[in-house]
């Protein structure tokens, strides 16, 4: 609908795409409390709408802004018939949009160009959500459901909570549950014209479709007469085709000017029904239930009063603080002024104290009450321990958490001649929601044992979506360097920022800021107490020496290399001493013959090529002297890009494979691996930008293919390359393979193989920089430092600023030794004294950790690495969309697990396109894309099939088509 009141039918705006930000993580969804789950919080959103271009995955936004926080459950009824839980719950809510940004493209939407003249930089959001299960999807599911709305202007003025100026609702002895319909916000405007919103107001059945109530009217009741004049005589097509997809729910008529005032009320009427409450048409006779003809029932009438919150009305406080909440309060769509409003607190020994319980209305129609924390926060409840969704095996019985903090409803509404009354509310409206917050009491110096842990450990066992990124219950894995800066910068962060920590919100100010210090100066303890576990009591407590890990399975009792029984490989995990150099190494080798033909190349395979190959400044050859020129040089570091990129689906995809709680030691050095391949990802991009060039990230042509033959840049050219789960002979026929250390007499006898090695890949890239020398480095151009100081924690390496000649070398050398190793004598990274990833991998497929046997000899007869495949999800190989069945819940974790992955490429691509410090988004992304792999992981494939549990797994593709 234009301003002019008129219905638009081909306007570009009608199809166009509603999005959140493409760079960052998705907005969060936080309920107040585990006992509160129904009021939700969105933090972090921002807002806006485009639409698609040149076929392109992603849209051109016509606007973008920030979402204002709000609860998004308002207005709850039971929407779905049929179906007696909170599923069957339907709900609206109102926001706003602010500092919205405006792109060129919103001038092709005549209809957008009249809301942009009319805004104000500020927009209103309504949203209506219903049928959040509508497929009956097994209990793991929350993310099925149907959202309808609208967007129009936001008025100086208007409540937060607007919605409308004046409301339908149903008489007080119809509200839920026994209520057919439900509240209507309206508004008439200056054009007299009629808006009703009837998203949130009609029945749906238990397939979400809306329910035949026979024909309903909106129309004006005249109480003098006792008759209803319909606005029109045509009903309201609410069971037309896609009505509330089309329509939002919202009905729009032309009326009369002064058709509505304070004897003549808006009504929703259902026709041809008996009981109380019917009328008869105006110029008809009153029938008074003798004729059914011409009566109708009123399902819906104004109420002259609508009071709502002013802004937003859910608060969180500690100790002493407060908060003031206004309430506005209309009378037929005006301010309404000294009107009485009470505030009521039933429980006697309440957490929470207000200023007065009654006031009155403002010239604004507003009245405001203060609310107040006038005692400590020490009152705790108890929550059961979720359990682990897939560990194989007995699960311990569920404990009991303590949790601290309590959540207050604190009803409202007007009164009238000293009676207390809320006819426009249900159970869950006209509520005032305060979660008051205990304090820290604890005294410096902080300490793990004492003053974290307790905390750390109650969001560990309430939130198990965080062991995806770090083990909250673990000093050592909360204390490695990386982990106490992504704790100290999300900590730290805006509270309405998607990333802060924690997530839910529900820590107060004085216990943060306890936990900030402790993370700046972690110590372990006051004093070493040598504590045991004791699951007798729901005590956990902490040794120095003690690591706390839930039992997933019991240890297989074989070690890992008897899956490989039959191969002959094996030996080389059984031999008592290995020299590794080049005379013996190639002896050790008795899969050689595998490795070796995963090097050769087809002639007749245009791919496999590089703009360096074969390139050595050693060489006489005089063609490979053309070879090393800067355009060439950059051509190969994008490739080199490209591969790094490469590992790093493969390395998470089985790394998440991992159940939680399994697998630790297998899962800690695969974690080690991954993490420093994104820093070499990093490495040979800063290379690639100091020559002059930034790298192409965003591409289709950029993203890796799952299955395919070899890296790219023709490295292993005839490796098969899958996505799967962790197996011990993916491990060794693809991980190990890949890191393989370029050691001559693998290759000697096979001259076409030389080349083909990741560290030989490299070399070329070394000798044509020191070739071309220090002049190709531009120092004014801007390159990516870790976002963190990383001086402290070795364990990762280095990312190398490169200025020369020799910082490049050395940001090179650091990428050959994480893999291959200091060289072919010495398995060991050099830089990080940790073994390089070659050697790591082996350690799996042996079972055993690498150890010294004497100054020239090592043997994998270390400490044993376990592994139990029980504690895998049973993923399909190779995920992809192909398969997938829309509206699953494999369909709905695949998707958003892809658009956070498409966000990751836009975001590395600002990075490194003259946005250094666009690699802390980065990392922030990284964190929750690993959240949805984890989901990927855990949803079956086909919720159909009885037999196979095979999971869905993540989507790398590059597009996303439906």
Same mark, same amino acid.
């Given at each position: ?7 638009? *039918? ?39 709408? @485009? ?9 051109? /936004? ?45 001038? /092709? ?54 919605? @409308? ?23 008439? /405007? ?11 107001? +009609? ?17 004006? !009741? ?43 009320? +808006? ?32 399902? =819906? ?70 609310? $107040? ?67 820290? $009491? ?96 729901? *005590? ?6 003690? *690591? ?29 001493? !290995? ?47 053309? =070879? ?63 020559? @002059?060039?930034?790298?192409? !990230? ?29 197996? =011990? ?46 002049? !190709? ?31 490049? +070398? ?87 697990? /892809? ?64």
């Amino acid at each position: 609908v234009n301003k002019d009141g008129e219905f638009i *039918k081909d306007d570009p705006v009608i199809g166009a795409s509603i999005f959140d930000n493409y760079r960052k993580p998705f907005a969060k969804l936080v309920d107040l409390d585990v006992d509160a789950q129904i009021y939700s919080t969105i933090y972090g959103m921002q807002f806006g709408i @485009g639409w698609k271009q040149n076929d392109e995955d992603l849209p051109t /936004h016509a606007f973008k802004g920030e979402w204002t926080r709000n609860v998004i459950v308002q207005n709850v009824w039971q929407k779905m018939k049929g179906l007696e839980s909170s599923d069957s719950f339907g709900t609206s809510s109102t926001t706003t949009i602010t500092n919205i940004v405006w792109s060129e493209s919103y001038k /092709h939407s005549p209809i957008l160009q009249e809301l942009e003249e009319a805004s104000g930089n500020q927009l209103q959001v309504s949203l209506s959500l219903y049928s959040y299960r509508h497929s009956d999807p097994p209990p793991n599911n929350f993310s099925l459901g149907y959202v309808v709305g609208t967007i129009g202007i936001s008025n100086a003025g208007e409540p937060l909570n607007y919605g @409308g100026d004046r409301v339908l609702i149903p008489k007080v002895s119809d509200f839920p549950p026994n209520a057919l319909t439900f509240k209507a916000p309206f508004k008439v /405007h200056s054009q007299n014209l009629l808006t009703v919103d009837l998203s949130n107001s +009609l029945p749906v059945n238990i397939y979400s479709t809306l329910i035949d109530i026979g024909p309903i009217f909106l129309g004006i !009741i005249h109480d003098a007469i006792e008759c209803v004049e319909l606005i029109s005589s045509d009903p309201i097509p609410y069971l037309s085709e896609n009505w509330i997809k089309k329509t939002g729910g919202i009905v729009d008529y032309q009326i009369s000017p002064g058709s509505l005032t304070s004897s003549a009320s +808006l009504v929703l009427v259902q026709q041809n029904s008996t009981g109380e409450d019917t009328y008869s048409e105006c110029g008809q006779k009153i029938l008074h239930g003798e004729d059914d003809e011409h009566k109708y029932l009123v399902l =819906l009438r104004e109420s002259a009063h609508y009071i709502r919150p002013m802004g937003f009305y859910l608060q969180r406080l500690e100790y002493l603080e407060s908060a003031e909440i206004p309430i506005y309060v209309t009378h037929l769509g005006n301010p309404a002024e000294n009107v009485a409003v009470y505030v009521k607190i039933d429980d006697s020994e309440s957490g929470v104290a207000v200023d007065t319980t009654m006031k009155t209305t403002n010239s604004d129609g507003v009245a405001s009450f203060t609310f $107040t924390v006038p005692k400590p926060v020490n009152k705790k409840r108890t929550y059961p321990k979720p359990k682990c969704p897939r560990c194989p095996g007995e699960q311990p019985e569920a404990r009991t958490l303590d949790i601290d903090g309590q959540v207050y409803y604190i009803e409202y509404g007007i009164s009238e001649n000293d009676q207390t009354t809320t006819t426009q509310c249900t159970g869950n409206d006209c509520n005032i929601l305060i979660k008051t917050l205990s304090s820290n $009491t604890a005294t410096r110096p902080y300490t793990w044992d004492d003053d974290v842990y307790p905390i750390f450990r109650q969001y560990y066992f309430l939130y198990p979506v965080m062991g995806d990124i770090l083990n909250l219950t673990d000093y050592d894995s909360v204390t490695k360097h990386h982990n106490l800066e992504l704790l100290k910068h999300s900590m730290n962060l805006d509270f309405n920022d998607p990333n802060y920590m924690p997530a839910t919100r529900d820590l107060s100010p004085s216990k943060q800021q306890m936990i900030l210090e402790w993370l700046a100066n972690p110590i372990r303890s006051k004093l070493f107490v040598n504590f045991m576990l004791d699951d007798s009591d729901d *005590k956990i407590h902490r040794s120095q020496h003690m *690591k706390y890990i839930p039992v997933c399975a019991p240890p297989e009792t074989t070690t890992a290399q008897s899956e490989f029984s039959s191969r002959s490989y094996l030996s080389v995990c059984m031999r008592d001493k !290995i020299a590794f150099n080049t005379n013996t190494v190639c002896d050790d080798m008795d899969d050689i013959n595998y490795y070796r033909a995963t090097l050769k190349r087809s002639a007749t395979d245009p791919k496999c090529t590089r703009p360096l190959y074969g390139y050595s400044r050693e060489s006489d050859n005089p063609n490979f002297s053309k =070879l090393c020129t800067l355009k060439n040089l950059q051509d190969q570091l994008q490739i080199a890009v490209q591969i790094e990129f490469a590992t790093i689906p493969l390395y998470l995809t089985s790394l998440y494979s991992i159940v939680d709680r399994c697998n630790v030691e297998i899962y800690e050095i695969l974690r080690g691996v991954a993490m420093q391949e994104m820093l070499h990802l990093v490495q040979v991009a800063n290379i690639l930008i100091a020559t @002059g060039r930034d790298p192409i !990230i965003d591409s289709f042509n950029f993203v890796p293919k799952y299955p395919s033959k070899g890296l790219p840049g023709c490295v292993h050219p005839n490796l098969k390359v899958n996505l799967e789960k962790f197996n =011990l002979k993916h491990v060794h026929d693809v991980f190990v393979t890949i890191e393989q250390p370029n050691i001559t007499c693998i290759a000697e006898p096979f001259p076409e193989l030389v080349n083909n090695t990741i560290g030989q890949f490299y070399h070329e890239i070394e000798d044509c920089i020191e070739t071309l020398g220090s002049d !190709i480095f531009q120092e004014k151009k801007s390159q990516v430092d870790w976002p963190w100081d990383l001086k402290d924690n070795n364990n990762l390496g280095k990312v190398h600023i490169v200025k020369d000649v020799s910082t490049a +070398l050395a940001g090179i050398k650091e990428i050959i030794e994480q893999g291959e190793g200091s060289g072919p004598l010495d398995p060991d990274d050099a830089l990080t004294g940790q073994l390089a990833h070659y050697y790591r991998f082996q350690e799996i497929v042996c079972g055993r950790k690498l150890k010294k046997v004497d100054d020239k000899h090592y043997a994998y007869k270390g400490d044993r690495i376990s592994f139990d495949s029980r504690g895998v999800w049973p993923m399909r190989p190779n995920p992809s969309k192909k398969g997938i069945t829309k509206g699953t819940n494999c369909y709905t974790a695949a998707k958003s697990f /892809h658009e956070i992955f498409r966000a990751l490429l836009r975001e590395l691509q600002t990075t490194f396109s003259g946005n250094p410090r666009g690699i802390i988004n980065t990392v922030e992304l990284m964190e929750s894309l690993l959240v949805h792999i984890k989901r990927t992981m855990r949803v079956k494939f086909d919720e159909d099939d009885d037999v196979d549990d095979e999971t869905c797994g993540p989507v790398w593709d590059y597009h996303w088509d439906d």
